[in-house]
């Protein structure tokens, strides 16, 4: 069996500063991991997605990811957060054994403020 | 490719009546899944297709549910009759196990039963 949590259900950060959104999964099995993003009225676009090759993950709009097994997280990471970042991220865990069954996080809803 | 698209983004009907929700994958995908995200429940699965057949209809709520997918192009979600609970996004999603099994997604149908 597999799940996500995301440990925080909304993050609130200053324009310019850093992001930090936190994902920690479990699988029995070899995971694929994304993260998405939904922003208010849209549908789910990919930000990036680690599947067995190196361990840091950039995506696009800046964002990076880094896999750590011994911690089992997969958090998400941005240097400067822009005010067009402010939405919905949802961080997900694929099993290589049944590449499937999708299981999301409940989602961490970023504020930016000016 | 325009991507996963779907039709209608909006639908707004009375209690008892039947809904169908349209959907077109991304050319050369042969996975689709469609969801269903409440605020409630978040995100769920409720139906996938692996070159067009049914493989897991766990996710479907019941038998007011039903879902076909007669070609490669070209999906269907209905709800006969449809009921207040119904109310809820429904997205579409494509993939492809050539490009790592990432889900691509459609932005949604915004459901309002009366």
């Known amino acids: 069996a597999q799940s996500v949590t995301q440990l925080d259900s909304h993050v609130s950060v200053s324009e310019g500063t850093p992001v930090l959104l936190r994902c920690n999964y479990s699988?029995?099995?070899?995971?694929?991991l994304f993260w998405y993003v939904q922003h208010p009225n849209k549908g789910l676009q990919l930000l990036l997605k680690?599947?067995?090759?190196?361990?840091l993950v950039k995506g696009i709009n800046g964002f990076e990811a880094e896999f750590k097994k011994s911690e089992t997280s997969f958090h998400l990471t941005k240097p400067s957060a822009h005010m067009s970042d402010a939405a919905e991220y949802f961080c997900?865990?694929?099993?290589?054994?049944?590449?499937?069954?999708?299981?999301f996080g409940a989602g961490t809803r970023l504020t930016v403020k000016p | 490719d325009a991507g996963v698209i779907q039709s209608p983004r909006h639908e707004v009907t009375e209690m008892g009546q039947e809904v169908t929700l349209r959907c077109k994958p991304i050319s050369g995908h042969d996975y689709l899944f469609w969801y269903r995200q409440t605020m409630m429940r978040g995100l769920e699965l409720l139906i996938y297709?692996?070159?067009?057949?049914?493989?897991?209809d766990s996710g479907m709520p019941e038998d007011r549910f039903s879902a076909k997918m007669p070609n490669a192009s070209f999906s269907t979600l209905k709800i006969q009759p449809s009921e207040p609970r119904d109310s809820a996004v429904y997205f579409c999603?494509?993939?492809?196990?050539?490009?790592?099994?990432?889900?691509?997604f459609g932005p949604g149908t915004r459901l309002t039963v009366l």
């Open positions: 297709f692996n070159n067009n057949v049914p493989i897991d």
């Open positions: 999603a494509s993939s492809s196990w050539t490009d790592g099994d990432t889900q691509y």
């Open positions: 699988s029995s099995y070899s995971p694929s």
């Open positions: 997900v865990v694929i099993s290589t054994y049944n590449n499937n069954d999708m299981r």
């Open positions: 680690y599947t067995s090759a190196a361990t």
